[in-house]
């Protein structure tokens, strides 16, 4: 009894100095430090002069042999002769990266179920696709026998990862972010099976326990097993501090909170695996140690590829904006259209990333040549649009198509559309607005730029005028078709 009260002391007096100390480095009084505002702006820079003290201060005070054991740096994994079917579907599709103790979750995945969680955080009230590697990991993870917890941020959206972001993320109300909640929820039942079953999903959100955290009593229990040296040379923290871009100690703190949901998890039900992008890394490493440290416990981190195109751009955005998983904020046949643009470099690894095809079936397409390449194109938007709106949204999206790229007869109904009255077409209507309500243009501007370089039409002619009005005379069936280029097309319905 006494050596353990002696120890909660000796970690209490440790936490306290160390708060001192990170408020003598960054030359602030320490209660500034609790503020949302404080900047660790330079903070390389002011830390430098005394992070040798002050990690020498934390190593000799707290387990030498256990705080700054070296994990785990990040190797990509190329090549693992692994004996799990999770494992082995991770490896064959090219969803693995990088991932601890490889060889040990081999084995424990082989034996035993296991239970694997990943993080949404709240930003949107919709995932966009670029969410979608990860939601297919799950889904990949439970048909191979384990179980999937999807982890919903309600908790560390009030904070705002940092990750790969030059400013601060906005400040999302609680009924925001709620809301955001509730929107993103329900994308997940449509890939997963949710239950009471051993394999069966489970849906938590860190707002439950992170909402009440008593911040002394975390700084004291917790504080003593993360150093700042090693903080500051996470990647999400160097690259804003190499660009001089402001980090709030706000944000500093958001990889202990996502470490603190791994201990969490752990403890409640028994996680020991986290998934996640490899912009991660640093801050799922974290909670493995922390996880050790906390509960003893063995657990891992494993991360997905971030997915680019073969052009370099990131997986998630179209010219349009981004590609949203909800219906009501991006129409199924837009949705499917994303797919069906894919470029010819693409089309095979997003197959085995985004579809269920067998890979004997991938293999067949990826010899495909030419124009034959759209087959495969068509192949994949249909299997990605199928999974994610359902079976039943496909006849209409290929009629809709094959009106508008095969010149064949048939509806337009999945179009895009922007809803007008009979008192704005008497008054006439610019056409650059109804171009910005579909969405097809982020500005008035970029609008007349495009009419200047021939690439908008009205009912499929041209628009020259870049002041040119909708009138009556260019309604067909009370509706006119605008189009941007050759896949942007919408439709302006007479209510």
Same mark, same amino acid.
């Given at each position: 009894?006494?050596?353990?009260?002696?120890?909660?002391?000796?970690?209490?007096?440790?936490?306290?100095?160390?708060?001192?100390?990170?408020? =003598?480095?960054?030359?602030?009084?320490?209660?500034?430090?609790?503020?949302?505002? !404080?900047?660790?702006?330079?903070?390389?820079?002011?830390?430098?002069?005394?992070?040798?003290?002050?990690?020498?201060?934390?190593?000799?005070?707290?387990?030498?042999?256990?705080?700054?054991?070296?994990? /785990?740096?990040?190797?990509?994994?190329?090549?693992?002769?692994?004996?799990?079917?999770?494992?082995?579907?991770?490896?064959?599709?090219? %969803?693995?990266?990088?991932?601890?103790?490889?060889?040990?979750?081999?084995?424990?995945?082989?034996?035993?179920?296991?239970?694997?969680?990943?993080?949404?955080?709240?930003?949107?009230?919709?995932?966009?696709?670029?969410? =979608?590697?990860?939601?297919?990991?799950?889904?990949?993870?439970?048909?191979?026998?384990?179980?999937?917890?999807?982890?919903?941020?309600?908790?560390?959206?009030?904070?705002?990862?940092?990750?790969?972001?030059?400013?601060?993320?906005?400040?999302?109300?609680?009924?925001?972010?709620?809301?955001?909640?509730?929107?993103?929820?329900?994308?997940?039942? $449509?890939?997963?099976?949710?239950?009471?079953?051993?394999?069966?999903? =489970?849906?938590?959100?860190?707002?439950?326990?992170?909402?009440?955290?008593?911040?002394?009593? %975390?700084?004291?229990?917790?504080?003593?097993? !993360?150093?700042?040296?090693?903080?500051?040379?996470?990647?999400?923290?160097?690259?804003?501090?190499? *660009?001089?871009?402001? =980090?709030?100690?706000?944000?500093?703190?958001?990889?202990?909170?996502?470490?603190?949901?791994?201990?969490?998890?752990?403890?409640?039900?028994?996680?020991?695996?986290?998934?996640?992008?490899?912009?991660?890394?640093?801050?799922?490493?974290?909670?493995?140690?922390?996880?050790?440290?906390?509960?003893?416990?063995?657990?891992?981190?494993?991360?997905?590829?971030?997915?680019?195109?073969?052009?370099?751009?990131?997986? &998630?955005?179209?010219? @349009?904006?981004?590609?949203?998983?909800?219906?009501?904020?991006?129409?199924?046949?837009?949705?499917?259209?994303?797919?069906?643009?894919?470029?010819?470099?693409?089309?095979?690894?997003?197959?085995?990333?985004?579809?269920?095809?067998?890979?004997?079936?991938?293999?067949?397409?990826?010899?495909?040549?030419?124009?034959?390449?759209?087959?495969? $194109? $068509?192949?994949?938007?249909?299997?990605?649009? *199928?999974?994610?709106?359902?079976?039943?949204? /496909?006849?209409?999206?290929?009629?809709?198509?094959?009106?508008?790229?095969? @010149?064949?007869?048939?509806?337009?109904?999945?179009?895009?559309?922007?809803?007008?009255?009979?008192?704005?077409?008497?008054? @006439?209507?610019?056409?650059?607005?109804?171009?910005?309500?579909?969405?097809?243009?982020?500005?008035?501007?970029?609008?007349?730029?495009?009419?200047? &370089? @021939?690439?908008?039409? /009205?009912?499929?002619?041209?628009?020259?005028?870049?002041?040119?009005?909708?009138?009556?005379?260019?309604?067909?069936?009370?509706?006119?078709?605008?189009?941007?280029?050759?896949?942007?097309?919408?439709?302006?319905?007479?209510?």
């Amino acid at each position: 009894m006494l050596r353990g009260t002696l120890r909660s002391l000796a970690w209490s007096l440790l936490s306290a100095s160390v708060f001192v100390d990170l408020a =003598l480095a960054f030359q602030v009084h320490p209660m500034r430090l609790l503020r949302p505002s !404080f900047v660790v702006k330079n903070a390389a820079v002011s830390f430098r002069a005394r992070s040798r003290r002050l990690g020498s201060r934390m190593l000799a005070s707290v387990a030498p042999s256990d705080v700054e054991k070296p994990i /785990l740096e990040e190797e990509l994994i190329t090549s693992f002769d692994g004996k799990s079917k999770f494992i082995k579907v991770m490896m064959e599709r090219g %969803f693995l990266h990088s991932c601890t103790n490889i060889e040990a979750l081999d084995e424990k995945m082989t034996s035993e179920t296991v239970k694997a969680y990943l993080g949404f955080d709240a930003t949107a009230k919709s995932l966009h696709v670029g969410s =979608l590697l990860q939601i297919m990991i799950l889904r990949h993870l439970q048909q191979c026998g384990h179980k999937p917890i999807v982890l919903l941020g309600g908790g560390t959206t009030k904070v705002g990862d940092p990750t790969g972001k030059d400013q601060s993320r906005k400040m999302l109300s609680d009924q925001d972010i709620q809301d955001n909640v509730n929107g993103i929820k329900t994308v997940f039942e $449509k890939f997963l099976k949710f239950g009471d079953g051993p394999t069966d999903a =489970l849906l938590v959100n860190n707002d439950e326990w992170l909402s009440s955290i008593r911040y002394l009593d %975390f700084l004291r229990e917790y504080g003593p097993l !993360f150093t700042i040296n090693r903080m500051l040379n996470f990647e999400s923290v160097k690259l804003r501090l190499e *660009r001089e871009s402001p =980090l709030t100690f706000l944000e500093f703190n958001y990889m202990i909170l996502q470490a603190y949901d791994f201990l969490e998890l752990n403890r409640r039900y028994g996680c020991s695996l986290q998934l996640g992008g490899s912009d991660q890394w640093g801050n799922m490493v974290n909670g493995v140690e922390l996880t050790r440290r906390a509960n003893s416990k063995q657990v891992f981190a494993m991360t997905a590829p971030l997915i680019t195109t073969s052009d370099g751009k990131k997986m &998630g955005k179209s010219e @349009g904006g981004a590609v949203w998983l909800n219906a009501d904020m991006l129409p199924p046949y837009d949705y499917w259209q994303f797919w069906r643009n894919t470029q010819d470099a693409d089309v095979v690894r997003f197959l085995k990333l985004f579809t269920e095809l067998p890979m004997e079936k991938i293999e067949e397409l990826s010899k495909l040549e030419g124009a034959a390449i759209n087959d495969a $194109k $068509k192949i994949l938007a249909d299997e990605c649009t *199928r999974m994610l709106h359902g079976e039943e949204v /496909l006849p209409s999206i290929h009629e809709t198509a094959s009106a508008l790229f095969a @010149g064949k007869s048939g509806n337009l109904d999945d179009l895009p559309k922007v809803s007008i009255s009979k008192e704005d077409v008497d008054k @006439g209507i610019p056409l650059i607005d109804l171009f910005l309500q579909l969405g097809f243009a982020s500005s008035k501007n970029e609008i007349r730029k495009l009419i200047q &370089g @021939g690439g908008v039409r /009205l009912n499929d002619e041209k628009v020259q005028d870049v002041n040119m009005m909708l009138t009556a005379d260019a309604l067909n069936n009370n509706q006119a078709k605008l189009s941007v280029g050759k896949k942007k097309h919408g439709l302006v319905v007479l209510e």
